[in-house]
C-alpha cells in the first residue's frame, strides 16, 4: 500500500435535535443528504449515529479539508438543507475537522 501524502479528514458534527422531532424524522430528512454527500468530490465514508443521551454523530471522511469544506459550502446550497438542519436544535450542535492518524 503506497502512503498517501496528505492524511484524510474526519468531519464530525455533534448535535441533538429539537422537542418534537423524532427519530424517524430526522433519519426520514436526512435521506435527502445521502445523494448529494456521497457524490462530493472526496467522499470517503460516512455514518449517523445516536447515543442513548441523545446525541447524533455525523461522522464523515474526506480525503482532503478541501474537499470537506467544498462539500460544507455546497450543502447548505441544497433544497433539503433547511428542513434538514432546521431539526437541529442548534445550540447543541458542534462541527470539527480532524486528521485522520490511522
Keep these: ?10 468531519e464530525i458534527v455533534t448535535f441533538s435535535l ?12 436526512s435521506e ?11 467522499f470517503v465514508t460516512r455514518q449517523l449515529s445516536k447515543s442513548e443521551d441523545g446525541i447524533w454523530t455525523d461522522y464523515v ?4 479539508i ?3 469544506r467544498t462539500a460544507a459550502q455546497g ?4 433544497a433539503f438543507a433547511p428542513a434538514m438542519m432546521g431539526a437541529i436544535n442548534a ?3 458542534t462541527l470539527r475537522h480532524q486528521k485522520i492518524c490511522w
Excluded at 435527502?32 to 472526496?42: D, E, F, I, Q, W
Excluded at 450543502?75 to 441544497?78: I, R, Y
Design 1 to 10: 500500500m503506497t502512503p498517501r501524502s496528505a492524511p484524510q479528514i474526519a
Design 18 to 29: 429539537k422537542t418534537g422531532i423524532s427519530d424517524a424524522d430526522y433519519l426520514a430528512l
Design 32 to 42: 435527502a443528504s445521502k445523494a448529494y454527500v456521497s457524490n462530493a468530490p472526496g
Design 61 to 64: 471522511v474526506w480525503d482532503s
Design 66 to 68: 478541501k474537499d470537506a
Design 75 to 78: 450543502f447548505m446550497e441544497q
Design 91 to 93: 445550540q447543541t450542535m
